[in-house]
């Protein structure tokens, strides 16, 4: 079984719930406590083993590539001051370690993911979704790369949503249940919530096979007029294994303002050295 060494990040939407924030910087570059979504989803995937993290952006989104670049002005500057650099260790990959192609027009995600097929190549690779903020200990994905080591094929993070939100996820079709391995039987994109077959819904994490990049390009639109990634990956149902995972991690929707504001809430409450001022006002506030 080959290991899952690459991770592709789609981050070229437009991200129109979050406007007008995201008019001129990208949503990954939001920032949750101190660092932005991109950094949170990059740390997930090193911390799984990943070597090479593949960008999928677009026209306004260079923030992103520099994010992770050395910042040469400003370390010299910093250091010219006697300033600590250790913010920035995590910015710092390893040279080569991120590279990025663009999709030209957001024409949905399966799309995002299919514009990365050449340096994917002949391998299984992750996806990683960066406004789905996942928390957990292992990482998300260290949890699913644990259970590709098991069974193989492909694996997505399933969770359980209410029936009424079933319209804005992948919702799967259940088979036979392991633990937290679920068997996909079958994968319907954005169903109403009276014609879901479930409510276990796919988040933003994904192990895939590369034939999954054959599929998207030959598959039409599907919801929403979009490529869906959905649609790719229901085709592979029956070819190649193909199982849920529930992790144990706590999600935060970063793309939706709720679940953006409950995330900083959330992260800021876990951190050392913001924890007692929030909490005291949260206090204040008599919450
Ligand atoms: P969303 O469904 O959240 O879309 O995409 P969006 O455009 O980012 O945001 P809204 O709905 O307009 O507010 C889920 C993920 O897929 C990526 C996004 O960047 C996000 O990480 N994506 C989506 C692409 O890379 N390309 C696309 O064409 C669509």
Redo the contacts with the bound molecule.
């Keep these: 079984m080959k290991s899952i060494r690459k991770a592709v990040f ?9 406007l007008p924030a995201t008019k001129a910087i990208p ?2 570059m939001l920032t949750v406590v101190d660092r932005p979504l991109i950094q949170y989803a990059v740390e997930e995937a090193l911390e799984a083993g990943i070597e090479q993290m593949i960008f ?1 952006t677009g026209r306004g989104k260079d923030a992103l590539e520099d994010h992770f670049d050395i910042a040469f002005e400003l370390e010299a500057t910093m250091t010219s001051r006697g300033k600590s650099l250790d913010a920035l260790d995590s910015t710092r990959m390893p040279a080569g370690s991120v590279v990025s192609v663009r ?1 030209q027009q ?4 399966g ?2 993911v299919w514009c990365a097929r050449e340096i994917v190549g002949d391998e299984p690779f992750a996806v990683l ?3 789905d903020l996942m928390v957990g200990r292992p990482g998300c994905l260290a949890q699913m790369v644990e259970a590709y080591g098991k069974v193989g094929g492909n694996i997505v993070c399933a969770q359980e949503v209410p029936r009424e939100r079933t319209a804005s996820y992948g919702i799967i079709t259940p088979g036979a249940q392991d633990g937290r391995l679920t068997e996909v039987k079958g994968l319907v994109e954005k169903p109403k919530p009276e014609e879901a077959p479930s409510t276990l819904g796919v988040v933003g994490r994904y192990i895939l096979q590369p034939e999954i990049m054959e599929i998207l390009s030959s598959i039409g639109k599907g919801a929403g007029g ?1 490529i869906q990634l959905t649609d790719g990956m229901a085709a592979l149902i029956g070819r190649q294994p193909f199982h849920g995972v529930t992790v144990d991690a706590e999600r935060h929707d970063c ?1 939706d303002k709720t679940g953006f504001v409950i995330a900083n809430l959330a992260l800021a409450l876990g951190r050392d050295d913001v924890a007692p001022a929030v909490r005291a006002y949260l206090s204040k506030l008599g919450l």
């Design positions: 789609p981050v070229a939407g437009l991200g129109t719930r979050f949503k990954e999928v999709q957001p024409l949905g995600l799309h995002a979704l960066p406004d979009e793309g």
